[in-house]
């Protein structure tokens, strides 16, 4: 059996004097009885020697078979480990660990964890060493002995001393957690925003390497430096006496700590309004005057303050040892549904304006329309009384009056016939002229009229009424 | 031959039953005393029952010319001899006192036995009998329970953890390992998660120290005699003295605190506000880094002093806890928090709900359009308390061995009465309201006016004038008729002079009916 600096020679040490003293006792029989077995009258038959050196042999196992029992019953109780463990565990702190592989015991810490499935004697905090540690690229560790911190491993196969157990574990990956920041505003309303934040362990050398040449890649792709672990491992926050995640470890230290505080300061100090404003928006897209008072916060850039935030962030997190790549706000969102309700019913608002609008748009052109044809119908009028009219002009002599009267009776007659219309817009009108001219002539009614009247259109005025 | 063989055989198989009891059935502390006899005589069967039986020996009966007893007794008494100077050595009849008569006590099975196999070896002088065999004989019984001691004595400092500059370490850690046969254990602790678990369950009021005891790298445990506190121990492993058991656990890592309070503010609404207090005990001048690693150096603390004054300014605080528990003090890191949370009482009446939520007035640059202090410049109200809460902590505690390294006042400060959040979103949706109202109301003009000015047709109003017009000249009779048409042509004329239907006629429209106006005056 090969030994090393860590493997124990005692057991060769005392299997030799054990075999030593076994030969020696024998040796010393044999001399001793020689007498007594080989003459005739022997009363000793030489298979009692045999017998003899046997039953020294069962007694010097039964004592080293008694005192390994011993042993692991103490061991057992002392370490609270089974049966089957305590016997591992004394086997490899009286014997060493073995050198040729399978190395065993041996505790694999990766993903920044121990792995449970090691030996229990290893991992369960209960004893540590003697055995291996096989520390992953992507992890490191401290070591504690005897109630002190022992080491610190980075990346790699070591070498556990007796009773050095890992302290703590250190995961070199980058990090990303998402915390959400609840808050109150500057006007007193419950808040809340999301925030990212990506950040790993400092080191020197993660981000020097170019993959300029396959070959060049470095072998461990995640930084290392001791005096940064141990700092890390040993600035933890104990958050109560008892209790799972009673510890706050560096990552929660960063996140929940320095970022959550940071955040909730930093927004804090502004009012709902500066966050989210649509009202804002809507007057400033409008180029109109708020009367509201107060009035409304021009939002502040959230971009802004990102940016300020992870400045902060990566200034802090040098401080502890940790590089934070970047911070990333959401947006900020009241805690209160009628904020939300509030916000949706200006929303709201605000895209009723152009539905209105067009209704109203719509509303007035019809009435243009209207308008327009009321005054194609007054064109048409004058045109065609003009045109009657413009003969008796030619004569240059005086026109009776009642000739142009009958003109335009004329001129109406021939409209209301041609375009009912136009019989609409004017035939009310010429109704109303005869009845004043009939009450003019007492009962001499030279232009009777249909009694018939059509149905006003919408929009039109009755003259009886206005009358 | 044959019964010697039949020995041997009985013996292994005495052995292995024997053996598979023993572990079956394991030391156990019932938690009374022990009598130091009957602990002796529970580590001789529990340790070395199975070398004491003299079957061994037995064998040896008739290959020498020395009687069957003898050989009976010495086969016995040799293994036991050592066994009992073991015993000695390892204390397992160790008294309380360190008097000589205790010391001397404690040997006296170990003697008494030596001597009586003195005497019966003296007796072997009236037997003639081959000198070397009866020294093989002496080798075969002496020899194996020889090598299970120093086996025991070589192995039990290589189980059980201890620093190497322990004072009589090997001794010590002998004591330990052989008093957990005799049922009257040395207890041992260990320290795990900042509490004290008992791996081995000892009483060490009955003056059985000394105990082990281990923390982890960060603690530090007080110990207690019976009635006085002994002393300020670790971080590592140490021994107990008797009568010495762990007291409190202190955890010299960074602390962090936090809690929830009411109070109530200037304007009489009560909030509901997180408090928090990051502290540690004091750790001196001394920090951890690569160099303190190299050398070994403990976690710092600054003295034990710190620790014992922080440990013994526990308060007794009944409030809120039933009548069992009701004497029980409040933990030692209660401390920084407690202080914390009496001076945010009293601090929290000095602003106005508004004032908690709002930037200290004059703490930054005034924004001269608004009037307002610029957000980014100004301090808030809740972390000017937080200053000066700590600074307060600071003061009361820092002076017991505290190190304040942060804390205030956190998130959320919230008004327990959910009301008065409702409020503070009604006042905010004040100003918003207003915005919607403004546009509806705008609508509302728009249309009225649209509506209006479509009412004022013009046509309709010259047809309405028309009539009027001609209403009141129909006073004339006999000129009616000329009347009506000079005003129809009047109002032809008003027609065409409307902007709009002036520009769709013809330019000789307006001449010529002028002109027939002129025709129809008449005198």
Known sequence: MRTNEYQSPRLIVVSTIVLIVFLAFTVALLVAFFPAIFPEDADLHPLNLLLFSAAFGVYLYVAIATVLELLAQFAEQFYDLSREDARHLIQYLLTGIPVEPPKR??????????????????????????????????????????????????????????????????????????LRVEFMTTDGIPAYCDAE??????????????????????????????????????????????????????RIGLVNGALDGLLRDTLEKYSLDHFFNPRYWALRSEG??????????????????????????????????IVVDMVQLGPVLPDEEAISRQWLEFWQAKAQRPVTAYNLSEDARRHKLLEKTSVDAQVELVTSMLSKLQDLDEQKSEVPAQLIVMSFMDVLRTMSDRDPAVQLLMYQQAES??????????????FAIAASTPALPPGSTNLNSDQ | MLVRFIILVGYVAAFSALRAYLRDHPPHFEGKHIYEFERLGQALVRMWGLLLWPLPGLMWIGTMPIPALIIAILSFLIPLDIFLVFFAIAGVLGLPSKSLIDKFSSWLPAVFSILFTLLILLTLVRYAFPFWQFMVFLAFVTIPPLLAIILVMWAAPNIIPATPDEPRRALRLLQQFAGFFTTFPKPSWIVEDGEVKTRIKGNPFLGVGPGWLMTEPENLVVLKGGTDIKRVVGPGMLFTEATESPYQVIDLRNQIRVARIDARTQDGIEVNLPISSLFRTDPGYKTINMESLANQDPWPYRNQRDIYQIVFYEEVDPTGKTPLEAHQVRPWDDIPLKAAINRVKQVI?????????????????????????????????RSTIGAAVR????????????????????????????????????????????????????????????????????????????????????????????????????????????????????????????????LTKGE
């Open chain 1, 105 to 178: 015991p041996l505790l694999r810490i990766q993903e920044g964890q121990t792995l449970p499935d090691g030996p229990l004697v290893m991992y369960m905090d209960k004893v540590g060493g003697p055995g291996y540690f096989s520390v992953a690229h992507d992890s490191a560790i401290v070591t504690g002995k005897l109630g002190k911190l022992r080491r610190v491993l980075g990346p790699g196969f070591y070498t556990a001393e007796p009773f050095e157990k890992v302290w703590d574990v250190i995961d070199l990956r980058p990090q990303r957690r998402s």
């Open chain 1, 197 to 250: 934040i990506r950040f790993q362990v400092a080191g020197s050398g993660h981000t020097d390497f170019a993959y300029s040449y396959e070959e060049n890649i470095p072998a461990q792709p995640y930084p290392f430096n001791p005096a940064l672990i141990l700092k890390l491992a040993t600035s933890k926050y104990v958050k109560s006496r008892e209790g799972a995640g009673r510890v706050q470890d560096w």
């Open chain 1, 288 to 321: 109109a005057i708020d009367k509201a008072s107060p009035p409304p916060e021009k939002p502040i850039a959230l971009l802004e303050i990102q940016a300020k935030i992870e400045e902060e962030m990566k200034r802090i997190a040098t401080d502890r040892g």
């Open chain 1, 433 to 446: 002229l005869m009845r004043i001219i009939n009450a003019i002539q007492k009962d001499k009614a030279p």
């Open chain 2, 349 to 381: 009446p000095e602003y106005s709900l508004e004032q908690l939520y709002s930037l200290v007035p004059g703490s930054g640059t005034v924004d001269p359009a608004s009037g307002k202090i610029i957000p980014e410049t100004g301090n808030l109200t």
């Open chain 2, 391 to 518: 600074e307060t902590v600071k003061a009361a505690v820092e002076p017991l061995g505290f190190q304040i390294l942060g804390g205030g006042v956190g998130n959320k400060i919230v008004p327990t009465n959910p009301d008065v959040v409702k409020q503070r979103v009604e006042t905010w949706k004040a100003s918003w309201m207003s915005k919607v109202m403004d546009w509806e109301t705008d609508a509302q003009i728009q249309n009225l006016k649209d509506l209006s000015r479509i009412r004022s047709d013009a046509r309709v109003e010259l047809l309405s004038q028309i009539l009027q017009k001609t209403s009141m000249r129909l006073e004339d009779k006999e000129n009616a008729g000329r009347y009506v048409a000079h005003h129809l042509l009047e109002n032809l004329l008003h027609l065409a002079r409307n902007s709009q239907v002036k520009e769709l006629l013809p330019e000789s429209a307006l001449p010529t009916l002028t002109q027939l106006q002129e």
